[in-house]
Antibody
Framework: EVQLVESGGGLVQPGGSLRLSCAAS????????MNWVRQAPGKGLEWVSY?????????HYADSVKGRFTISRDNAKNALYLQMNSLRGEDTAVYYC??????????WGQGTLVTVSS | ETTLTQSPAFMSATPGDKVNISCKAS??????MNWYQQKPGEAPIFIIQ???TLVPGIPPRFSGSGYGTDFTLTINNIESEDAAYYFC?????????FGQGTKLEIK
């Protein structure tokens, strides 16, 4: 069974940093691209970032996070990460880890809440 | 960037009804459109891939149609368990983009 479990969310002050993790199981992690997607309270979904299966061939970011967020993965640990720096109020959201087959997202985690507030 | 315009934002249906949810893309995305269902507090569930293909395990009352810029999710013979938030996703180009979502209420 495919499982994606996010962690690392919490309350952080504006300008602060946070690192999200996603533990993957039930599939060959290195064979799949991965994404981070977020949903602000009461808002729709926003794609944040993408990384290829190897982690080295392709990464993409939404303009809203480019230069502040860094996606990475450790295939030996079956883990996906999102390093978030210079956080702003508008980054407040539930962050989802999502598996990508190459034909878009198929599985999603339950999400982890990030709140940016003083 | 491909903008997805999803409609309606909210709809109410009675068990047994047929409903259609529309997603229009601002540019041609071939069939690179997926549909998802999300219930409060739960992870989204993948229901339609590549515009028309039902994901294994999803009831056949769900179907998808469309190509290019106009796409539709159809739910036939609505059941009470179908009450949820539905959204579309285009994966033709980066940035991936989502429709604004449709909240489906069952009376």
């Amino acid at each position: 069974e495919v499982q994606l479990v996010e962690s690392g969310g919490g309350l952080v002050q504006p300008g602060g940093s946070l690192r999200l993790s996603c533990a993957a199981s039930g599939f060959t992690f290195s064979s799949y691209r991965m994404n981070w997607v977020r949903q602000a309270p009461g808002k729709g979904l926003e794609w944040v970032s993408y990384i290829s299966g190897s982690g080295s061939s392709a990464v993409h970011y939404a303009d809203s996070v480019k230069g502040r967020f860094t996606i990475s993965r450790d295939n030996a640990k079956n883990a996906l990460y999102l390093q978030m720096n210079s956080l702003r109020g508008e980054d407040t959201a539930v962050y989802y880890c999502a598996r990508d087959t190459g034909l878009g997202v198929d599985y999603w985690g339950q999400g982890t809440l990030v709140t940016v507030s003083s | 960037e491909t903008t997805l315009t999803q409609s309606p934002a909210f709809m109410s249906a009675t068990p047994g009804d047929k409903v259609n949810i529309s997603c229009k893309a601002s540019q041609d995305i071939d069939d690179d459109m997926n549909w998802y269902q999300q219930k409060p507090g739960e992870a989204p569930i993948f229901i339609i891939q590549e515009a028309t293909t039902l994901v294994p395990g999803i009831p056949p009352r769900f179907s998808g149609s469309g190509y290019g810029t106009d796409f539709t999710l159809t739910i036939n013979n609505i059941e009470s368990e179908d009450a949820a938030y539905y959204f579309c996703l285009q994966h033709d180009n980066f940035p991936y983009t989502f429709g604004q979502g449709t909240k489906l209420e069952i009376k």
